[in-house]
């Protein structure tokens, strides 16, 4: 499977942005998508995961109440929706796929995108 992730940017505190992650060899629910980013100067981190099958989402207590990741499988696209966002939120950010469940083990994910730029500043 191959991973595209796009949508990246520069905006505003408290604004607003979506990502995408166009998903080729595969449909997405086959797969459990996680999307991770790395800021500048630091190791790059879990942000949120949709899993395989029941599309249950998970999401780190950075982002919980603020990001939303969703899938439509007719698109082969997986969204990650950035509300309220926040200087700390700048990052390369990256999606990426595995056949098991969601976690946060960069290790388990076979397949990566080639990242998006996002900036939030003022």
């Known amino acids: 499977v191959q991973l595209q992730a796009s949508g990246g940017g520069v905006v505003q505190p408290g604004d607003s942005l979506r990502l995408s992650c166009e998903v080729s060899?595969?449909?997405?629910?086959?797969?459990?998508i996680g999307w991770f980013r790395q800021a500048p100067g630091k190791e790059r981190e879990g942000v949120s995961c949709?899993?395989?099958?029941?599309?249950?989402?998970w999401y780190t207590e950075d982002v919980k109440g603020r990001f939303t990741t969703s899938r439509d499988d007719d698109e082969n696209t997986v969204y990650l929706q950035m509300t309220n966002l926040k200087p700390e939120d700048t990052a390369i950010y990256y999606c990426a796929a595995q056949l098991w469940v969601c976690n946060w083990d960069e290790r388990d994910y076979s397949s990566w995108g080639q990242g998006t730029l996002v900036t939030v500043s003022s």
């Open positions: 060899g595969g449909t997405p629910h086959l797969f459990s």
């Open positions: 949709i899993s395989r099958s029941d599309g249950s989402t």
